[in-house]
């Protein structure tokens, strides 16, 4: 049985919409945008949520940024981040206030069961 121009039409343009959507998705939230090392002191860790529990974390950063507004003046750097690893969580929760060096990916969306930053530290290169 031979698919009409209109079946044929309507399953193409399925198919184009589900592969578009796929791609949407695997690089808004599986591609790793970008990847790297920061170093700076502990601010706060901590492991918050309603639904989804997550590792949530804030780095101070050495240096200084302006806001570029006069009245603002100067603010410290900030590297706020999020942690998936129980295993990694536990050994950042006895870093607080240490100097640490942490590496990161980055993704282009958050999920929520991946925590609230798109930067997700997944190894502690050095904590003193």
């Known amino acids: 049985m031979a698919m009409s121009t209109k079946a044929k039409v ?3 343009a399925s198919l184009v919409l589900v592969l578009a959507l796929t791609a949407f998705v695997y690089f808004r939230f599986c591609f790793v945008y970008s990847s790297g090392v920061n170093a700076g002191d502990i601010n706060y860790f901590q492991r918050e949520g309603v639904i989804f529990k997550t590792y949530e974390g804030k780095m101070i950063q050495s240096g200084f940024r302006s806001t570029g507004t ?3 003046g100067l603010h410290s750097n900030e590297f706020k981040f999020s942690v ?3 295993k990694l969580a ?4 006895r870093c607080s206030g240490k100097h640490v060096e942490l590496r990161w990916k980055r993704y282009m969306g958050t999920l929520p069961w991946r925590g609230n930053s798109q930067f997700i530290v997944y190894e502690i290169l050095s904590a003193r």
């Not at 536990?90 to 929760?93: A, G, H, I, K, V």
Request: glycine fraction near 0%; charge should be negative.
């Open 10 to 12: 309507i399953t193409i």
């Open 90 to 93: 536990d050994s950042l929760m």
């Open 84 to 86: 998936t690893d129980d």
């Open 70 to 72: 006069a009245t603002d």
